[in-house]
């Protein structure tokens, strides 16, 4: 992972050392904490919360590393390396970002690591080029400062699995209306002390009824999208087990009245086979977003959603790498790796720019 990001970085320093103004840099170092350069930071976090399809929303955390590009005939770009940590809001809880607060430590935190370009255009921002992935803090750093802590456990553990499908069937019991179906393992841990799992889950509402569903499988989800979140913890007692679960059911979202949806089965939540980075998301920037050409993706509301089924066999956690299904915007062409943007020189680089170490800027929370 981290020669990964060398080479990255490798290679936008091949970027600029090839830029074709042979007079010095054509960037400008920043410092990292500089108003604008997180105003810029933030954008990108917003973007990544508003491409995510999988797992939970991320807070900036801190600045890695930024350059500001002068760009032709107008704007610069923010060249960012960003790092993230998981919160606990899910990507289809509408509670605002602001109020979300980031895994702690002990719950075994997850950090984000962003490569972002944010152009500033007459005050506007937009995101043209964007890459992240995540990973779990070890488990040597959970242990040191909690030791009874339980992991992140695989989404195919068989406490998990059993876990989940007890706590749903008791949600359900407890509904006896809507039957509501798994769409996604968010989040499990093993817990040592007590014996016990904790699972964080998403459900869907379908067309079937709680008391009669007999093969779940056969439940198709509502046209009308309407996801819950939910909690869970499975104690092993000596006697048995004993599950508790809470879900937080949101609203529906409707349907984008350009979607068909009078043909049979809204096959696309069915269809879709275990594939766990979903379809292309809409930009939702595109007003409607009528053209949707691919069928597991909706536009929502604020948020797009895209839905398979189950949920990656062995992982412990939704890697951004394919939660975070970033659009391609109009300037970034395909969305591949967009070189260094055109630069003019920067008025005032060379002569200026002594000594202070700029970056990385400030830990927002903790550093993992
Ligand atoms: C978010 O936090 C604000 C301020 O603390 C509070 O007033 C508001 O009710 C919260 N909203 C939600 C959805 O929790
Ligand atoms: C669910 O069942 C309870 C008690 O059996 C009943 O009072 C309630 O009206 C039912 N709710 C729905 C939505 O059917
Ligand atoms: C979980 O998935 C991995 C990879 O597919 C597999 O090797 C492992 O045996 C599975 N574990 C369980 C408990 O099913």
């Known amino acids: 992972m981290k020669s990964l990001v060398l080479l990255l970085c490798l290679a936008q320093l091949w970027g600029c050392q090839s830029a074709p103004h042979g007079t010095g840099q054509g960037f400008k170092e920043v410092a990292c904490d500089d108003p604008e350069v997180e105003r810029a930071a933030l954008v990108a976090v917003n973007y990544l919360n508003q491409h995510l399809l999988h797992g939970f929303r991320h807070l900036l955390n801190r600045i890695d590393k930024v350059k500001v590009w002068f760009r032709r005939p107008l704007g610069v770009v923010y060249e960012l390396e960003l790092d993230t940590l998981e919160t606990t809001c899910h990507v289809l809880d509408p509670t605002p970002l602001a109020n979300c607060s980031v895994r702690q430590l002990t719950e075994h935190a997850v950090e984000g690591d962003c490569d972002f370009h944010v152009l500033e255009q007459d005050g506007q921002f937009t995101v043209l080029y964007s890459q992240c992935h995540s990973n779990p803090d070890s488990a040597e750093d959970v242990r040191k400062v909690c030791p009874t802590c339980g992991l992140l456990t695989p ?79 499975l104690v092993h007692k000596l006697g048995g087990e004993e599950v508790s679960v809470a879900c937080k059911v949101f609203q529906k979202q409707p349907q984008p009245a350009s979607v068909n949806t009078a043909g049979p089965a809204p096959a696309v939540d069915q269809a879709a086979p275990a594939v766990d980075q979903a379809a292309p998301a809409v930009d939702q920037a595109a007003p409607a977003g009528p053209q949707a050409d691919s069928p597991a993706s909706l536009v ?69």
């Open 300 to 368: 929502v509301g604020p948020m797009v959603v895209a839905v398979p089924p189950g949920p990656p066999a062995h992982r412990t956690h939704h890697d951004l790498r394919h939660a975070f299904s970033p659009v391609a915007s109009v300037e970034s062409a395909s969305g591949e790796v967009v070189g260094p943007p055109k630069v003019v020189q920067p008025g005032s680089t060379g002569a200026a720019s002594p000594v202070v170490p700029l970056c990385p800027g400030r830990v927002r929370h903790f550093k993992i």
């Open 155 to 233: 989404f195919n553990d068989t406490n998990v699995v059993h876990t989940v499908k007890a706590a749903l069937d008791a949600f359900n019991a407890q509904n006896n209306g809507t039957y509501f179906k798994l769409v996604e393992i968010s989040r499990a841990q093993n817990v040592p002390l007590p014996v016990s799992t904790l699972v964080e889950f998403v459900v869907a509402a379908t067309d079937c009824t709680a008391q009669e569903v007999t093969d779940p499988a056969k439940c198709n989800l509502l046209a009308e999208k309407q996801y819950g979140f939910c909690k869970a913890n």
